[in-house]
């Protein structure tokens, strides 16, 4: 039962290397992400619905965009 996971680990903008990974039809298991202030957008957060297969964890310290970016993650079957 020795598992190796495979780990990419990379900085982007958020909100736009979601929309490519989208685009491009990608999966993850785990998301770990800490956009900035403003948040995702409403087109970054509907491309972490569609990416996000796992667990994922969101750093926010605005309430407002968390809000808004959640809405698509719930809209989808995730859970917070």
């Given at each position: 039962a020795n598992k190796q996971a495979k780990i990419?680990?990379?900085?982007f903008?958020?909100?736009r290397a979601l929309m490519r990974h989208a685009a491009?039809?990608?999966g993850f298991d785990r998301v770990v992400l800490d956009p900035p202030r403003?948040?995702?957008g409403l087109?970054?957060?509907r491309a972490l619905?569609?990416?996000?297969?796992?667990?994922?964890?969101?750093?926010a310290c605005?309430?407002?965009?968390?809000?808004?970016d959640l809405?698509?993650?719930?809209?989808?079957g995730h859970r917070v």
């Open positions: 990419e680990v990379r900085r903008d958020a909100g491009e039809g990608r403003t948040g995702l087109q970054g957060a619905a569609q990416v996000a297969r796992g667990r994922t964890v969101f750093a605005d309430p407002a965009p968390l809000a808004r809405e698509p993650m719930l809209a989808a």
